[in-house]
């Protein structure tokens, strides 16, 4: 089941945070950064914070990841 984060009223979302995404695809920080540097989940950093483009997360647990 994919959680949808809140977010403050008035703030864009731009994706899923670290923790929501260990949370979804069940996996550890060091596979987060195997994937990364796979170029299988893309991220943006916004103030020191790493947000995972939610359409990468949604193939991967298509896929069964």
Do not use: H, W
Not at 46 to 60: E, F, H, P, S
């Amino acid at each position: 089941i994919i959680r949808e984060p809140t977010a403050r009223i008035g703030q864009k979302l731009e994706g899923y945070k670290t923790s929501d995404v260990r949370k979804m695809l069940g996996c550890s920080v060091n596979k987060l950064v195997s994937l990364r540097i796979t170029r299988k989940l893309r991220t943006k950093k916004i103030g020191g914070t790493l947000y995972y483009n939610r359409d990468d997360i949604k193939r991967l647990l298509e896929e069964g990841f």
